[in-house]
């Protein structure tokens, strides 16, 4: 399984950003090599960051691994704009529900996060994106660049200018565009409350020790205005955290609307919750398209052939 470029994280800013493609660039984290798979979309939850390389369409300026375009098998809003990220926020299904319900459903759908830049490789120029996913009750909680010191080390070692934003060139149509009444993006109001999760993921140095850093080392040499100063700084490979499916509440939901829950049996219902989806997705789901060969059929049968 492919997994992400590293977990329980939030971006605050575009130089918490070059941090983690500084990372990427330095082998200590790893980059999305290829489209994400079902089982890899549906491991996508908040502090998910994932990096990746575009690929063009004609394959000239590109690696032959890169990605043309970014898919994660979720409908998305309207983009906003903050600062030099792109926000999306995940579009759900309408139904019927009170103030209450609809708070506790709405506040754990995600948010991504996007950011894109321009590096020069050995290889050539390259685009590389940044995709973020949070929740407005889980931002306060994910952890930070800062709070990791193997990657905290990295920012000062980043040469200036290396990471070069790709949105420049359209700065001028953002603003006309936001002059028309486009509102930037407000970051959502995180709820106070439990410590960061830990569930999803902690600290590097807390989860896996480094056992070795340059044959015996104990701790991180400070940090040196040179890139190349620590070359042998290498993170243990990150795991995934436990499966945790979101908070949905099943008996919550089945309590205050048990209509949604009403064509299912109560006994499949208490034995499959897992594996049973809320009618309130499946009734959004567009009908499967009709076989070529049943069209073939009614037309005829419309031409009077049959």
């Given at each position: 399984?492919?997994?992400?470029?590293?977990?329980?994280?939030?971006?605050?800013?575009?130089?918490?950003?070059?941090?983690?493609?500084?990372?990427?660039?330095?082998?200590?984290?790893?980059?999305?090599?290829?489209?994400?798979?079902?089982?890899?979309?549906?491991?996508?939850?908040?502090?998910?960051?994932?990096?990746?390389?575009?690929?063009?369409?004609?394959?000239?300026?590109?690696?032959?691994?890169?990605?043309?375009?970014?898919?994660?098998?979720?409908?998305?809003?309207?983009?906003?704009?903050?600062?030099?990220?792109?926000?999306?926020?995940?579009?759900?299904?309408?139904?019927?529900?009170?103030?209450?319900?609809?708070?506790?459903?709405?506040?754990?759908?995600?948010?991504?996060?996007?950011?894109?830049?321009?590096?020069?490789?050995?290889?050539?120029?390259?685009?590389?994106?940044?995709?973020?996913?949070?929740?407005?009750?889980?931002?306060?909680?994910?952890?930070?660049?800062?709070?990791?010191?193997?990657l905290a080390a990295i920012r000062p070692t980043i040469p200036p200018g290396k990471y070069t934003t790709a949105r420049l060139a359209r700065q001028r149509s953002t603003r006309q565009a936001?002059?028309?009444?486009?509102?930037?993006?407000?970051?959502?109001?995180?709820?106070?409350?439990?410590?960061?999760?830990?569930?999803?993921?902690?600290?590097?140095?807390?989860?896996?020790?480094?056992?070795?850093?340059?044959?015996?080392?104990?701790?991180?040499?400070?940090?040196?205005?040179?890139?190349?100063?620590?070359?042998?700084?290498?993170?243990?490979?990150?795991?995934?955290?436990?499966?945790?499916?979101?908070?949905?509440?099943?008996?919550?939901?089945?309590?205050?609307?048990?209509?949604?829950?009403?064509?299912?049996?109560?006994?499949?219902?208490?034995?499959?919750?897992?594996?049973?989806?809320?009618?309130?997705?499946?009734?959004?789901?567009?009908?499967?398209?009709?076989?070529?060969?049943?069209?073939?059929?009614?037309?005829?049968?419309?031409?009077?052939?049959?």
């Amino acid at each position: 399984m492919q997994l992400p470029t590293c977990t329980g994280l939030r971006i605050r800013s575009m130089s918490d950003a070059h941090v983690i493609f500084h990372a990427v660039t330095l082998g200590i984290l790893p980059i999305v090599s290829r489209r994400l798979d079902i089982e890899e979309r549906r491991y996508i939850h908040s502090g998910c960051v994932c990096v990746w390389e575009e690929r063009s369409a004609s394959g000239e300026g590109s690696s032959a691994t890169g990605i043309e375009r970014w898919t994660d098998g979720r409908r998305w809003g309207p983009s906003r704009v903050r600062d030099e990220f792109l926000y999306y926020q995940e579009k759900l299904p309408e139904f019927e529900a009170d103030e209450e319900l609809s708070a506790l459903i709405f506040g754990s759908r995600l948010i991504k996060q996007t950011y894109s830049v321009f590096v020069d490789t050995p290889t050539g120029r390259r685009k590389w994106h940044l995709v973020a996913y949070f929740t407005g009750e889980t931002l306060e909680r994910l952890h930070t660049v800062d709070d990791i010191p193997e990657l905290a080390a990295i920012r000062p070692t980043i040469p200036p200018g290396k990471y070069t934003t790709a949105r420049l060139a359209r700065q001028r149509s953002t603003r006309q565009a936001d002059s028309t009444g486009s509102p930037p993006f407000v970051l959502p109001e995180a709820k106070s409350g439990p410590p960061p999760l830990s569930s999803l993921s902690a600290p590097f140095a807390a989860r896996h020790p480094l056992h070795s850093i340059g044959q015996g080392q104990g701790n991180l040499p400070s940090p040196s205005p040179s890139p190349q100063a620590r070359p042998d700084l290498r993170l243990p490979a990150l795991k995934p955290p436990p499966w945790c499916r979101p908070p949905w509440l099943e008996d919550e939901l089945a309590a205050r609307q048990p209509d949604l829950h009403g064509a299912q049996h109560a006994n499949l219902r208490r034995n499959h919750t897992i594996d049973l989806a809320p009618l309130i997705y499946l009734r959004k789901r567009p009908y499967p398209p009709r076989d070529v060969a049943d069209d073939d059929i009614l037309q005829k049968f419309d031409c009077g052939i049959v």
